[in-house]
């Protein structure tokens, strides 16, 4: 009796135990996550695209579950949540972060877009250095390769040198272009976030901002510009962010299918938006924006001098970390298709 009896607790704890560990080997990871912008903006439908593939490729393994936009944590206090584990995940500009990972200049002044530098090894070294600096995992570089423009309210003037001419412009700025409208174009711009730049531009605060190829009608600030002076400059530095202890709890299982669904979207997007920005200029134009083309030398060093004032803001700013210039002329390498 005492053996039957012993047999059957050995075997009830050993169906507790079985069914205990069956749970946790089956049980479904869930990331938090955060965008930077509001849900309009062609850069947000583009991450909420990623989730619903990652939610639907990881059923039974992985799901994301995205709070919100900056109406939950503001875009600039995005990257910090996520680092301390106030949420899990952020689709957000590597510029919002800049002051910790001065290497994120490299995907700014980049010439290629994340297909590239995914398979130069790029993406790999520069997931290291947010591993170790900020603590984060970088998952990947999402719509790159789009480049940015400046917008005015009114028609621009070009001095008899040929160059842009800033009298009377009160330029918005933000981290991603400040070195460059400081240093090149001798502008002192006004600080401003995308989510305030309307309200700034409707009671003539600023009168003149950059902003990508691709979303001004979307954040309805078509409604105040005017001229779009070409030749475009930059690349968007959007990507995603993992807290690292997030992502060390991760199963392996679901590991390998965030970071697949990740890379294919990385891809997918640099293709998808290479052709939209054609397309929103044709629109613009069409309901009235007029094209401002600067030429000559003083078109080319525009352009060349928006890439130089960015890697030297990024030497100057790397310099003060104890890793030092480490790895610059690598990244320089591996984010550059280079003459």
Known sequence: MRHSIFNKTAIAIGLVSAMSFSAKTFAEDTITAVHAFNTSLIYTKSFLSFVDKLNERGKGVIQIDVKG???????????????????????????????????????????????????????????????EKMGVYYLGWFDSGVSYNLYTVNEPKIGADGKLDLEGLKLRSNAVYDAFFRSYLGAEPISMPTTDVYAGLERNVVNATGWTQIGLKDLNWDRFLNYRIEPSFFSTDMGVIINIDAWNELSAESKKILQAVAIEHERDSALSLASLGDTQKAEMVADGMKIVDLTGDVRDQFSQAAREATWERMVSQMSRHPMGLKHYDTLVEKFNKLD
Do not use: C, K, W
Not at 79 to 87: C, H, S, T
Not at 93 to 111: K, L, Q, W
């Open 69 to 131: 936009g900056p109406e939950v944590i503001g875009l600039g206090e995005q990257p910090d949540a996520v680092r301390n584990g106030v949420v899990d995940m952020a689709y957000t500009a590597a510029s919002f972060y800049g002051g910790t990972i001065p290497e994120r200049d490299i995907m700014v002044a980049s010439n290629t877009n994340g297909i590239y530098a995914r398979e130069s090894g790029g993406i790999d070294l520069l997931n290291e250095i947010h591993q």
